[in-house]
Every structure is written in structure tokens, then in C-alpha cells.
């Protein structure tokens, strides 16, 4: 038994609510329970359970609404729906549009219990996790639903052989991606092997893909293994397949079609075994529809296709990144650094993020080498950041800022004279004393001190 595994029950009768609660805790499970399907809705935004236990009839969306909505948003969460008075077409014709069981009221503890557990044996576990990960996808960091939600489709793919297709912006994390979907396949043993296709010129990727044979052209004084070789038995991950020239395109589609491939020089196809996964931060159907990516080959690469959010979409995951990284460098560089001061997480939490957790991450490691406090201050992650990657001070705060310059640009030019400065600024002093005392400001130090003739000569002769 699967014990720990969170289970949502959905009904609108209180009392039995309760009592399937009771019955499911002393099994093992984890229950939390909402009285109507708008509210598991609304649960399933913040937090993703194993498995959804709905009644059928209740006030407001009945059980196979909300069926239908999880099941169009979270196709891998199985759903089993309670009624009171099922028939057996009804719950034939609800099986096959995919509720995974239908019992009908009142029905046996050991009959219920049996459909949680065979739905449980077929659902990830994944979500059931807080802060830590499963050790498939411990490097990928988060407490956002949404991605619990792409873990444990991911975990389903790694399962079969499909061709995946990663889709996200630079810096979101596919090459982790890539390989925790590796480390949950049968092929985890086996070698993953990662290339970039946009960083490589052509006429050499080509050979890193292929390999090439002695005499192949000039410069080539010995064979070549190719990266599908090396691959060989496990995973190989094809980063911004979108920027692959159109040429190679084809013998790619080639090597994915026929599972052999062909070295540079040579004549003789070598048989390889690999699963393919790629990335892409373009629209590869719009790269089609320009004449720059060959639509055959998409759908080649395209079996599955996964879509890892930015992160500014998912911004409850920057405290736990930011503090993950922070302990990463702190060691790293062995600084004494324990956390953010409140603003610093603030301007954190704000910031727009094009570089997305990449960009964060360097972010933490500048502030970590640069910081001299054991709290990281915010002016120290607004440079870092930069100014046009953060978010504009609020109204109040660019109003109080701009308050404070004036008053002490005036003070300067009337060399700390409150009664110039307020004519100047077309206040009243007693306005103008108050403005300064408001933003703590000392008009005494802007006075022009006198000249001490003893102190104050300048090239005296000794």
C-alpha cells in the first residue's frame, strides 16, 4: 500500500465527508476535503493530491463536471466518482471518458479502498512531495503546482520511449528537465548525452552527431565517434533543435526513422539505440510555416510535448531557488552569509526575470561574492538584477524619492539657507521645516563654513 499519498475528497454531505475521512486516515492516507467542486477547483491551483474521491451530485458543477475540467488540466490525476444512483450504462459511459472508477452508494470499505490503491499503483508520486523531490527530478526545485502537475507528466513519459519535445524559454531549466526524465526511465543506467545545436557551427555539428571517419576531409587523422554513438542504450537530449540548419534536418529525420545512422566519409549505416528528447524556446509551427524547420521531422521529435513555465509564472518557487542558490555559493565561496533582508526578497519576488532561473541564479552567486553583511541587502540584488530587468518603485516610493532630491538640491544651492530655500521652492518655512524633518533632513550640514585663515591655507610653507 501507498500509504502517505494524498487523496481530495469532494462532497457536499458533511457528514459523510467526515466519515470517509476517518476511514481513510486509519488507512495511511492523507485526506483534505472541500465541500464542492468549485472549491476543488480552486484547491487544485494551490496544491496537487494523487487522487480526487468526488460525489456525483452536489449543489452548483455535479462530480463529472469537475471531471471533465481536471481531467482537460491534469489528464495524469485519476478521478474516482461516487454516486448514489448509478446504473451500469452510467458508469460504463463514465469509464470510457475517463473517470478511472464509479462506485455507487453505499459501498463496501474493502471495495473502495481496492480502487484507491490500484489508482494510486497507477498514478505518479510526485506530488505527494512538499519541498523535496523524488531523487528522479531532485535537481529541479519547487513547491509550484503547475510544476508538480509537469513532473508527474513527466515521470509518465519517462516510462515509454516517446519522443519528447521540451518547450520553454532560455534559462527555464529543460536540460534538467531532460535528464530527470532520463534518470526515471528504464534507460538510467545508460549514458545521457546533451548537445546544443545552436552553439555549434554547422560543418561541425554534423560530425559531433554523426561522428566521421578517418580521411573523412582534411584535418580528420583518425575516426570519430559521433554523439548517437556515445548515446548509445540511453538518452540523447537535442537543446534548441529550432536553430538546427535545414540540412542536417533531414539526415536527423533520417537517423530517428530508420534507428541507424551514417558517419561523414563513410558508407557503411551503424544501427543505434537512443531515446530522443529535444528543446526548443521557439514556436517550431511558426518556424515551419517560414520554411525554417521541416514539418515532417516536428513531428518526428513532437510525440510528447511538455511545457516548463517561466519564472515569473511561477514566483512562489523564487524563495526557494533564491535560498537554494544562496547556500550553493555561501559554501562555495565560504561566506557567512545566512539570507535576504526583507526588501532584498522583495525586489526578488517583483523583478520581471527574461533570464528566468538561470538569470536568478547568477544573480545569487554575484550578491554572495559581493555582499559583506550576513543578510544580502537589496541595493546589492537591484544592481545585480539590473535596472531594467526590475519592476518601478511604487507611486508613493518614486514620490518620496523624488521629495527627498529636491529638498536637497535646494538646500545646496542656498548653501543650507531654509528661509532661500523655501522662497525657492514657493513654501512657507514653516512647510518647508516640516517637509525636512519628514525626511530627515539636517539643512545645518549644507552651510558654507567659514574660512579658518590658521586651518584652511592652502600651499602654507611649512
Not at 545585480?384 to 518614486?398: D, G, R, V, Y
Not at 548653501?415 to 514653516?430: C, D, E, F, L, P
Request: hydrophobic content about 40%; glycine content about 6%.
Amino acid at each position: 500500500m501507498k500509504t502517505n499519498s494524498k487523496i481530495l475528497l469532494v462532497d457536499d454531505d458533511l457528514g459523510l465527508l467526515k466519515l470517509l475521512s476517518i476511514r481513510l486516515n486509519d488507512a495511511g492516507y492523507k485526506i483534505d476535503t472541500v465541500s464542492s467542486a468549485e472549491s476543488a477547483l480552486n484547491y487544485l491551483d494551490l496544491e496537487r493530491p494523487q487522487l480526487v474521491i468526488s460525489d456525483i451530485q452536489m449543489g452548483g458543477m455535479n462530480g463529472m463536471a469537475l471531471f471533465e475540467k481536471i481531467n482537460e488540466k491534469f489528464p495524469a490525476l485519476p478521478v474516482i466518482i461516487l454516486t448514489a444512483h448509478g446504473t451500469i450504462p452510467d458508469a460504463v459511459a463514465a469509464v470510457q471518458r475517463g473517470v478511472f472508477g464509479y462506485l455507487t452508494k453505499p459501498f463496501d470499505s474493502k471495495i473502495l479502498l481496492a480502487q484507491i490503491q490500484k489508482a494510486l499503483n497507477n498514478a505518479p508520486q510526485t506530488t505527494n512531495t512538499q519541498n523535496a523531490q523524488p531523487l528522479w527530478c531532485k535537481e529541479i526545485i519547487t513547491q509550484c503546482a503547475d510544476m508538480k502537475d509537469i513532473l508527474s507528466k513527466a515521470e509518465l513519459v519517462a516510462k515509454g520511449d516517446a519522443s519528447v519535445l521540451l518547450y520553454g524559454e532560455s534559462g527555464v531549466g529543460k536540460e534538467l528537465f531532460a535528464r530527470a526524465i532520463h534518470s526515471a526511465s528504464g534507460r538510467c543506467q545508460k549514458p545521457f548525452v546533451a548537445v546544443n545545436c545552436s552553439a555549434i557551427p554547422e560543418h561541425l555539428l554534423e560530425t559531433e552527431l554523426f561522428g566521421h571517419v578517418k580521411g573523412a576531409f582534411t584535418g580528420a587523422i583518425r575516426n570519430h565517434e559521433g554523439l548517437f554513438q556515445l548515446a548509445e542504450g540511453g538518452t540523447l537530449f537535442l537543446d534548441e533543435i529550432g536553430d538546427m540548419p535545414l540540412s542536417l534536418q533531414v539526415k536527423l529525420l533520417r537517423a530517428i526513422q530508420e534507428k541507424q545512422i551514417r558517419s561523414v566519409g563513410s558508407a557503411q549505416f551503424i544501427p543505434v539505440d537512443v531515446r530522443f528528447i529535444s528543446a526548443t524556446h521557439r514556436d517550431l509551427k511558426e518556424e515551419i510555416a517560414k520554411g525554417s524547420f521541416r514539418e515532417d521531422l516536428y513531428y518526428r521529435i513532437d510525440v510528447i510535448s511538455l511545457k516548463i513555465p517561466a519564472l515569473s509564472q511561477r514566483r512562489e518557487d523564487i524563495p526557494l531557488l533564491a535560498n537554494h542558490f544562496l547556500e550553493l555559493f555561501a559554501n562555495r565561496y565560504q561566506q557567512n552569509i545566512v539570507g535576504f533582508s526583507p526588501d532584498a526578497m522583495e525586489i526578488l519576488l517583483t523583478a520581471s526575470w527574461p533570464g528566468n532561473v538561470r538569470q536568478l541564479m547568477n544573480v545569487i552567486e554575484q550578491c554572495v561574492v559581493l555582499s559583506a553583511a550576513s543578510l544580502i541587502p537589496p541595493a546589492l540584488v537591484y544592481d545585480a538584477i539590473n535596472m531594467e530587468t526590475s519592476q518601478l518603485k511604487s507611486f508613493e516610493e518614486a514620490k518620496k524619492q523624488f521629495e527627498r532630491d529636491y529638498l536637497v538640491r535646494v538646500l545646496k544651492i542656498t548653501s543650507g539657507n531654509v528661509t532661500h530655500a523655501a522662497r525657492i521652492a514657493k513654501r512657507n518655512r514653516t512647510e518647508f521645516y516640516k517637509l525636512l524633518q519628514r525626511h530627515q533632513i539636517d539643512y545645518s550640514m549644507y552651510k558654507v563654513r567659514a574660512l579658518d585663515p590658521q586651518k584652511d591655507k592652502i600651499g602654507t610653507q611649512a
